[in-house]
């Protein structure tokens, strides 16, 4: 586990790192699923090139590949000083930018891709809501989710580490976010030195 620290003008919190590579044949999906969650539970279901019902199968990603780089970045919300639902959308936002910036330098150190966290952001207003082709389809990432894969499972087998939410006017303990990157295991090692050094020079 490696560490960096975040600052904003109002905090300054510590974020966990973890990272590990996993098996495709070990990684629990269920897209059939997620699809029908999304389809009931979000208003932009259909509105987003990076989201169901456009995004593509793990296993047509994963077809010439082994397994996933996985990292999660991880920080304990007591040490933001804001309102319960300001901590969570704080947090979040820190984790996600950073995530990621590290997540598109190792795919472009590596010629990969990487399975992002959430829905894509490149565009303020999807071309798919004006039935026009994606504007950056060589940017646009997928979510873990959105291609099938059981987040809560995958941070769970690797980090021992469950996914929290905000619930009942409360921030969690701890907020997480977590992506993968596309690649062979012989690779995995390199990506590790990769992130270290990232860290390490305070890229991130």
């Not at 600052?7 to 098996?23: D, G, L, P, W």
């Not at 979000?42 to 593509?56: D, I, L, M, Q, T």
């Not at 580490?161 to 390199?190: A, F, H, R």
């Amino acid at each position: 586990m490696k560490s960096f620290v975040i600052k904003t003008k109002q905090n300054s919190f510590k974020t966990e790192v973890y990272f590990e590579f996993i098996e495709k044949e070990r990684v629990k999906l269920n897209q059939k699923l997620f699809v029908q969650m999304c389809k009931k539970g979000c208003v932009n279901y259909g509105k987003k090139y990076s989201c169901p019902p456009f995004a593509p199968n793990f296993e047509f990603l994963m077809e010439n590949k082994e397994g996933l780089f996985v990292v999660l970045f991880k920080c304990d919300l007591k040490e933001i000083n804001s309102t319960e639902y300001n901590k969570i959308r704080i947090a979040n936002v820190c984790l996600k930018s950073r995530m990621v910036k590290l997540m598109r330098f190792l795919e472009n150190k590596f010629g990969t891709i990487f399975l992002s966290t959430g829905a894509c952001n490149l565009c303020k207003s999807c071309k798919v809501k004006l039935n026009e082709s994606c504007k950056y389809p060589d940017k646009k990432r997928y979510s873990l989710e959105a291609v099938g894969i059981d987040c809560d499972d995958l941070c769970e087998s690797l980090f021992k580490t469950s996914l929290l939410w905000y619930k009942n006017k409360k921030s969690p303990q701890y907020s997480c976010v977590v992506c993968g990157l596309v690649c062979d295991e012989i690779d995995s090692k390199k990506i590790k030195e990769e992130l270290n050094q990232f860290i390490i020079k305070n890229e991130i």
